[in-house]
């Protein structure tokens, strides 16, 4: 299966805006599946499993946010999803420059990058 969908989860919608231009302007096949929150990434990829939404290419994940922040998601993840679909790439993307957020980040197996905003689409073409 060809899949060209992402999700990008991230409670900014400005944010989200930018990034899902910036990598419809270089890669106009792929389509953005926005989610504010980690528990909405969470709800989606269980649908996934189930086969009722197609699995996403990469992931593109905020640490910061209500309800479920990032790291909340990668605990789940990593503990439902990660051996079922070791070729999801999660990348984070966050305003978090602290060092420990990531040591923190790439300790989890399924994080194939860490990006700090504002989003850098010659950085990201490394990732995906």
């Known amino acids: 299966m060809n899949n060209n969908n992402y999700l990008v989860i991230d409670d900014s919608e400005i944010d989200v805006l930018i990034v899902n231009r910036m990598i419809e302007k270089s890669y ?12 909405k990434g969470i709800s989606y990829l ?3 499993a189930e086969g009722s939404k197609e699995k996403p290419r990469f992931v593109l ?6 309800l ?8 789940i993840y990593e503990k439902e999803f990660f051996q079922k679909y070791p ?14 957020d990531k040591k923190k980040a790439e300790k989890y197996r399924s994080v194939s990058a860490y990006m700090v905003k504002p989003f850098s689409l010659e950085e990201f073409k490394y990732f995906i």
Not at 28 to 39: K, Q, Y
Not at 92 to 98: D, E, K, P, V, W
């Open 68 to 75: 479920m922040d990032g790291f909340e998601f990668l605990e």
């Open 61 to 66: 994940l905020d640490l910061q946010m209500p």
């Open 28 to 39: 106009p096949n792929l389509n953005a599946i926005a989610l504010t929150d980690g528990s």
């Open 87 to 100: 070729d999801i790439k999660i990348i984070i993307l966050t305003s978090s420059i602290h060092l420990i």
């Open 46 to 48: 269980r649908k996934m």
